[in-house]
């Protein structure tokens, strides 16, 4: 027996839109319809039913709903509570994480587990976003802005049983005049693009991660590059798997019923846990080898040193990188070399722009332009 939908609560919370939007991709057709009241709505493979759309929320809108998934069942085989959840997120693109282990068999796991498998998930969406916007091995600090919009528009739908299920939702505008040569979207939205690169990048990750562990190469990783993989999305796959010790992180996407799906749909992927310390690794190379391009170095000097003999010299200066404290080095001519030495003695800040990559523990500036003392001004941008 399926089950049906009898709370009104929830019935009421359908958006007379969402469910168009449902229909018509489904491939209902409007009949008729009463202009501003309801509209009517028929399918060639199911003749005999009629749906009756509400526009408003009129005293019968829970009724004429109530009926609409009554007809749905009939005509999908499918029970009222699975179809009013695709109802209810017919304009989203919905991505699931199942953490699938022993520990969250029951549907429940760890609180501080559960923090952890929400950050991550935030993690990965963000790293989509930003690749959707630039694909790079690293994502610093400083977001892209249109990233940083999408993410506040972004929402977490609820948990759901299988293992512990959690659930992503992207809101995705609704296609019009599909067919039209005045098309309002000749491209796809914003949002469906970070989900195709989402599904895309971790599928990618994944592949990369066997072919490296049987070949030592991290190429396979540096190739995807232009796909969506970077050192964050790896970084929170790796943290996943510290929740509650899964065998395999499982990771599926509904696309948004209110537009065409996308031609080259990755919608199931499966994480197993034995390419998980390739994908830590390559993380971690991901890093090393990263360049911070054009990057403004900002603090005070704390080391100087200067061969003997030498006019110029390396200047160590602590500065921000990637909103973390740092000793950084510049070699320096020798007035450059003099004005930081001043700026190390009266205590002051000085700035300096270059290409900025990791040498050991430390980090280094190639090709510095601008060296001088940094301006109060300076400092409160910073």
């Keep these: 027996m ?44 199911n003749p005999d039913a ?37 109802l209810l997120n017919s304009g989203f693109d919905v991505v699931r994480l199942a953490a699938k282990s022993p520990d969250a ?26 690749a959707t916007v630039k694909p790079r091995p ?41 067919y039209s040569d005045t098309d309002l979207f000749p491209g796809e939205p914003f949002e469906r693009q970070v989900i195709r690169t989402l599904a895309r990048s971790i599928s ?27 050192a964050n999305l790896c970084e929170a796959v790796t943290r996943l798997f510290k929740v509650g010790d899964p065998l395999s992180i499982g990771v599926s996407v509904a696309w948004a019923q209110n537009r065409p799906l996308p031609n080259d749909k990755q919608s199931q992927i499966t994480i197993s846990k034995d390419v998980v310390p390739a994908i830590s690794e390559a993380a971690r190379l991901f890093r090393a080898t990263d360049t911070l391009d054009d990057y403004l170095v900002q603090g005070p000097v704390v080391k100087l040193a200067r061969d003997e003999g030498e006019p110029s010299g390396r200047v160590t200066i602590y500065a921000s990188i990637d909103d973390a404290l740092r000793k950084v080095v510049v070699a320096l001519p020798v007035a450059e070399y003099d004005k930081a030495t001043q700026a190390h003695r009266e205590y002051k800040s000085v700035k300096v722009r270059g290409n900025v990559k990791r040498a050991g523990r430390s980090f280094i500036v190639t090709e510095p332009t601008g060296f001088d003392f940094a301006s109060e001004e300076d400092e409160i941008e910073l």
């Design 50 to 86: 009629e749906l009756v759309i509400p526009y408003k929320r009129a005293s019968d809108f829970v009724s004429l709903l109530s009926g609409v998934l009554r007809e749905l069942e009939l005509a999908e085989g499918r029970s009222q509570l699975d179809i009013i959840r695709d």
């Design 138 to 178: 690293v994502f610093h600090a400083r977001k892209p802005q249109q990233a940083n919009e999408y993410m506040e528009t972004a929402r977490l739908g609820q948990t759901e049983h299988g293992s512990y299920v959690l659930t992503l939702l992207s809101p995705v505008a609704p296609q019009l005049n599909a």
């Design 204 to 230: 990618l990750t994944v592949d990369a991660a066997a072919e490296a562990s049987a070949s030592g190469s991290f190429q396979p990783f540096q190739d995807a590059v232009s796909g969506g993989v970077s």
């Design 2 to 45: 399926k089950a049906l939908v009898t709370d009104q609560e929830a019935i009421s919370s359908l958006s007379p839109l969402s469910v168009i939007g449902y229909l018509r991709a489904k491939g209902w057709t409007r009949y008729s319809e009463t202009a501003g009241k309801f509209s009517v709505w028929i399918n060639d493979l």
């Design 105 to 130: 068999a029951g549907g429940s796991i760890r609180i501080d587990e559960g923090l952890m498998l929400f950050e991550q998930a935030r993690e990965i969406l963000m790293s989509a976003a930003c």
